[in-house]
């Protein structure tokens, strides 16, 4: 009886044995897909023994936006197809998604998942080259990322336009427009002689899949008509400063910020305002969708005029003033410009044109 009892273990499968179960041989193709367009992406994986399987999705914010249960799949290889959908059947924005697997077998479960262990790390931009005649920004990608784009002054001088803001952009050689003006539109940056471009990369996860064409800003889904599940997350590494990729997604972008002169004053046929000699006082406001978010980080305003460092302040609040003394500088147009510069490295930069006549005039 015993003989015969090993004989028949022996036959049978190695799940029913205790074999480990484990998720192998994971790829999603292709990794860019058309959702509007009907595109697909077909994630295949190997499983050692039987498991009830389910694929999620998760939007840049973590949030599940899609989940695909498929029970009772033997042990061998398996395709599970997302269609670009969120959980109500509509196409999601276009943007950067991770997919994770999640194996269940008689309260064993295994986790695939690569987006603690294979994303953010600092992706140098290459090649980066400004075409004022065609108003093209050029630069290359030696993998997926998410990318900012500032423009500013060589010399420490002001930054004056965040081109893209944390966006994603594919592997490869990217090309962004740009109309050459400052962030406030007051300048024509295009042919500056100190004029300064800053790109700045980290890497999406190997289980990132890319939906529809790049944009020029993040779209989320919004409100999720469902449970906000979140991924969960391996242990947190150590926190380092200007670490985007550590930042939610919400506070990792720049904030809107804008300077305001005192009411009241003449302006010029263009609409420019004009000031004397003297003092004027210049308030910086930070837009209500990031105030809170501004204020709860520590950051410092910085001042220039024409270009040129003016004034700082370590301790930022908000609403400000900085008082410019318009006395030391000559009659004409001025350029005013603000930059909200984080601990962590997000930044608001606003400027306003003026026009000094002194009171002789």
């Not at 980066?128 to 010399?155: H, M």
């Not at 469902?226 to 997604?249: C, E, I, T, V």
Request: aromatic share 6%.
């Amino acid at each position: 009886m015993k003989r015969l009892l090993l004989l028949a273990l022996c036959c049978l499968p190695p799940s029913v044995l205790g074999q480990t179960l484990t998720i192998t041989n994971v790829q999603a193709e292709p990794r860019q897909i058309d959702a509007a367009a009907g595109g697909q992406v077909a994630i295949r994986f190997t499983l050692s023994a039987a498991a009830d399987v389910t694929v999620r999705i998760y939007d840049g914010r973590d949030l599940l936006i899609r989940e695909l249960s498929r029970p009772g799949l033997a042990a061998g290889g398996h395709t599970v197809t997302w269609d670009g959908r969120d959980q109500e059947g509509r196409s999601v924005p276009p943007e950067a998604y991770i997919y994770t697997l999640t194996a269940d077998r008689r309260g064993e479960r295994v986790v695939f998942d690569l987006s603690d262990a294979t994303g953010g790390r600092d992706v140098v931009p290459r090649a980066v080259k400004w075409d004022a005649a065609s108003g093209t920004l050029s630069y290359v990608l030696d993998a997926p990322a998410r990318v900012n784009v500032r423009i500013g002054l060589q010399n420490n001088g002001p930054l004056l336009r965040t081109l893209i803001n944390w966006v994603v952009r594919p592997g490869g050689l990217q090309q962004e427009r740009w109309d050459g003006r400052d962030a406030s539109g007051v300048l024509d940056l295009a042919r500056h002689p100190s004029l300064d471009v800053f790109v700045q990369a980290f890497a999406l996860p190997d289980n990132a899949i890319l939906v529809g064409d790049p944009q020029q800003a993040v779209e989320l889904i919004e409100p999720l008509q469902w449970k906000r599940d979140a991924r969960p997350r391996s242990a947190a590494p150590p926190k380092r400063m200007y670490a985007h990729a550590q930042q939610p997604l919400e506070a990792r972008g720049d904030v809107t910020v804008k300077l305001v002169l005192p009411s009241g004053l003449a302006t010029t046929p263009e609409g420019l305002p004009i000031v004397s000699g003297g003092p004027v006082p210049v308030r910086l406001e930070i837009d209500e969708r990031d105030r809170e978010r501004t204020l709860a980080t520590r950051f410092e305003p910085v001042f220039f005029v024409d270009g040129q460092f003016m004034f700082e302040n370590e301790v930022g609040f908000a609403p400000m003033t900085w008082t410019w003394d318009a006395t030391n500088v000559n009659d004409g147009e001025h350029v005013l410009t603000v930059n909200v510069r984080g601990y962590e490295g997000n930044f608001g930069i606003a400027s306003v044109k003026v026009v000094k006549r002194s009171a002789a005039q």
